[in-house]
């Protein structure tokens, strides 16, 4: 919702004015800034990168921040290649060690290294620590800015250690205890903190921690902190030495991201990594074009295999009128067994070694969906067709919903077995190995009923 007085379309005219004189830059930094942060996002990542230079620069500094902090990490570079100022140098030096991090990767590397030699020496230690880590690795999106307690410590000295160092901490709503060597014994929350005896020894208020290797997978550590309900974890090294915390924010923003790479893979495309109105058309395009040669290339196996049964055409032309439908329910069948089996794997419900099972599954799941459909094409297809014809589309709809349903439930296991994302093996891939499989089937059976 849009603050009283503050005008959108306005701000865009001012914009995009030809000249923008001192009176106008003042006219237009007015304007800007009655405006709430999610319309001042919105018109960054809508903008080309010069006009959103400009917006940037005439926002007050704090509004920057939280505008800049708002944005992708890829209109974010984008922002920071356009401004090339002092204000810069401001917005590196305020952002947290893991947000500094993801930004660096997306910066032209002599960018990069220049930003992070200008960085305060404490604050390019630890955004260094970060890089450190594989780009994967949940350690890339730990803050090691984190606030812990000794675990010798009472409460009264907790609390003033959680006063001096608070402004400095990523969060203070669960504290991270530990003992010689920074090794973690346990958690405790500031609440209890707060209500707990002044004298009362942090240990015996800790919990056992909920923690993460810095070098585990980002997304599986992800979903186990959401899990959990958590609003922070710990990261710890193979020693179980505390490193960093890891926070209910950066948890979801890693869920999205992995959310939004599967959604596009499952469509046959890329993510396109910033707005969609802001992409170049080649960078839409190159986000698009890898998959679409590779779909076009697997459906020449369609056409060879129509070629191949081409007399058996020439016999029943009838044929010809059902293999789209054919074609298109073996691949729905397969893209909707692939996309709920990507899920299970994605939320931890199903495992590599289940695989029989899912097959199993998926062969029942299949028989039932082919034996209704089935029925329905035999008594529509016989009815205007003939018996005969009938019971080809009839057998043929049960055969390609056993097969597509066991494949779809396949795919994406092979995928995560061989470290594939199983996103990719599911609907382009699926659908094209279903349609020539498909069709292979259906002339199998024409030739055998019809006697061709």
């Given at each position: 919702?849009?603050?009283?007085?503050?005008?959108i379309?306005?701000?865009?005219?001012?914009?995009?004015?030809?000249?923008?004189?001192?009176?106008?830059?003042?006219?237009?930094?007015?304007?800007?800034?009655?405006?709430?942060?999610?319309?001042?996002?919105?018109?960054?990542?809508?903008?080309?990168?010069?006009?959103?230079?400009?917006?940037?620069?005439v926002?007050?500094?704090?509004?920057?921040?939280?505008?800049?902090?708002?944005?992708s990490?890829?209109h974010q570079?984008?922002?920071?290649?356009?401004?090339?100022?002092?204000?810069?140098?401001?917005?590196?030096?305020?952002?947290?060690?893991?947000?500094?991090?993801?930004?660096?990767?997306?910066?032209?590397?002599?960018?990069?290294?220049?930003?992070?030699?200008?960085?305060?020496?404490?604050?390019?230690?630890?955004?260094?620590?970060?890089l450190?880590?594989?780009?994967?690795a949940?350690?890339?999106y730990?803050?090691?800015?984190?606030?812990?307690?000794p675990?010798?410590?009472?409460?009264?000295?907790?609390?003033?250690?959680?006063?001096?160092?608070a402004a400095?901490?990523?969060?203070?709503?669960?504290?991270?205890?530990?003992?010689?060597?920074?090794?973690?014994?346990?958690?405790?929350g500031?609440?209890?903190?707060?209500?707990?005896?002044p004298?009362?020894?942090?240990?015996?208020l800790?919990?056992?921690?909920?923690?993460?290797?810095?070098?585990?997978g980002?997304?599986?550590?992800?979903?186990?902190?959401?899990?959990?309900?958590?609003?922070?974890?710990?990261?710890?090294?193979?020693?179980?030495?505390?490193?960093?915390?890891l926070?209910?924010?950066?948890?979801?923003?890693?869920?999205?991201?992995?959310?939004?790479?599967?959604?596009?893979?499952?469509?046959?495309?890329?993510?396109?990594?910033?707005?969609?109105?802001?992409?170049?058309?080649l960078h839409v395009?190159?986000?698009?074009?890898?998959?679409?040669?590779?779909?076009?290339?697997?459906?020449?196996?369609?056409?060879?295999?129509?070629?191949i049964?081409?007399?058996?055409?020439?016999q029943?032309?009838?044929l010809?009128?059902?293999?789209?439908?054919?074609?298109?329910?073996?691949?729905n069948?397969g893209?909707?067994?692939?996309?709920?089996?990507?899920?299970?794997?994605?939320v931890?419900e199903?495992?590599?070694?289940?695989?029989?099972?899912?097959?199993?599954?998926?062969?029942?799941?299949?028989?039932?969906?082919?034996?209704?459909?089935?029925a329905?094409?035999?008594?529509?297809?016989?009815?205007?067709?003939?018996?005969?014809?009938g019971?080809?589309?009839?057998l043929?709809?049960?055969?390609?919903?056993i097969?597509?349903?066991?494949?779809?439930?396949?795919m994406?296991?092979?995928?995560?077995?061989?470290?594939?994302d199983?996103?990719?093996?599911s609907?382009?891939?699926?659908?094209?190995?279903?349609d020539?499989?498909?069709?292979?089937?259906?002339f199998?059976?024409?030739?055998?009923?019809?006697?061709?």
């Amino acid at each position: 919702m849009s603050i009283p007085g503050a005008d959108i379309d306005t701000v865009l005219d001012l914009l995009r004015a030809p000249t923008h004189t001192e009176q106008e830059l003042e006219q237009l930094a007015l304007e800007a800034n009655l405006l709430p942060d999610s319309e001042l996002v919105y018109l960054v990542e809508s903008s080309p990168a010069t006009e959103a230079a400009l917006l940037f620069r005439v926002l007050g500094k704090d509004r920057a921040l939280d505008v800049f902090d708002a944005l992708s990490t890829g209109h974010q570079a984008e922002l920071i290649s356009a401004l090339r100022t002092q204000q810069v140098s401001d917005i590196i030096e305020a952002l947290d060690p893991d947000d500094r991090a993801s930004l660096l990767d997306e910066l032209p590397a002599s960018v990069a290294d220049r930003m992070l030699r200008g960085l305060d020496p404490a604050e390019r230690d630890m955004t260094a620590a970060v890089l450190g880590y594989p780009k994967n690795a949940i350690g890339r999106y730990m803050s090691p800015e984190v606030l812990f307690l000794p675990e010798d410590a009472v409460v009264s000295e907790a609390l003033d250690q959680v006063r001096a160092l608070a402004a400095q901490a990523e969060t203070i709503y669960l504290l991270p205890v530990v003992g010689e060597g920074r090794v973690l014994r346990g958690v405790v929350g500031l609440r209890r903190l707060l209500l707990s005896d002044p004298d009362t020894p942090v240990r015996e208020l800790m919990r056992p921690a909920v923690t993460a290797a810095a070098t585990e997978g980002r997304e599986e550590v992800s979903r186990r902190f959401f899990d959990a309900k958590l609003l922070a974890m710990p990261i710890v090294d193979g020693e179980d030495r505390l490193l960093g915390i890891l926070t209910v924010d950066d948890a979801a923003d890693i869920l999205e991201q992995e959310y939004d790479l599967d959604a596009a893979r499952t469509s046959g495309s890329e993510p396109l990594q910033m707005a969609y109105l802001s992409a170049s058309i080649l960078h839409v395009v190159r986000s698009r074009i890898v998959w679409l040669l590779v779909l076009a290339i697997s459906a020449i196996l369609t056409v060879q295999v129509l070629e191949i049964f081409e007399d058996r055409l020439d016999q029943v032309v009838v044929l010809a009128l059902f293999i789209p439908l054919l074609t298109g329910t073996g691949g729905n069948t397969g893209n909707q067994a692939a996309t709920t089996v990507t899920r299970a794997l994605a939320v931890g419900e199903v495992r590599v070694r289940d695989l029989p099972r899912v097959i199993w599954r998926e062969l029942r799941v299949g028989t039932v969906l082919g034996a209704v459909l089935g029925a329905l094409g035999f008594t529509i297809a016989g009815l205007v067709y003939g018996l005969a014809i009938g019971a080809v589309i009839g057998l043929t709809l049960l055969s390609i919903c056993i097969m597509a349903a066991m494949v779809g439930g396949l795919m994406p296991l092979i995928a995560k077995r061989v470290g594939a994302d199983p996103a990719v093996f599911s609907n382009p891939f699926i659908s094209t190995f279903c349609d020539a499989t498909g069709l292979i089937i259906y002339f199998t059976i024409a030739t055998a009923v019809l006697g061709l």
